[in-house]
């Protein structure tokens, strides 16, 4: 893995079918924290990137939450293009892999880091 894994919180809170839409923010929260223990297992930076109603989540030690002000996707590509080093996004969106890996990241599925 990389030294920077960037998280799509959207989709990676949206593969596990636990009640999650009752509650986006709380749901990026619950995400959030099981990332602090996976960066720490992993020796990795972690940038979450929250959208929509999961908007506002604070960055905690571990885990720097990125507020996308519009489309998440877009965000995720910026920030992978700003970064300037190898990272590995998390993500099962098709369009948005291909548009990463693009840019020069590599990809995992959400169960990597999410159960």
Known sequence: ?????VVDG????GSVPDGWWRDRRGAA?????????Y????GVDVILVV?????GVASVPGVRVE??????DDHIVELV???GRPC???TADRGLRSRVEDAGARCVRPRTVYP
């Open 1 to 5: 893995m990389e030294d920077v894994l």
């Open 10 to 13: 959207a989709n990676v809170v």
């Open 29 to 37: 929260e619950r995400l959030r924290g099981r990332l602090v223990a």
């Open 39 to 42: 960066g720490e297992r992993q």
């Open 51 to 55: 959208e929509g109603a999961a908007r």
């Open 67 to 72: 507020s996308a002000a519009g489309s998440g």
């Open 81 to 83: 293009e700003r970064l």
């Open 88 to 90: 590995t996004v998390v």
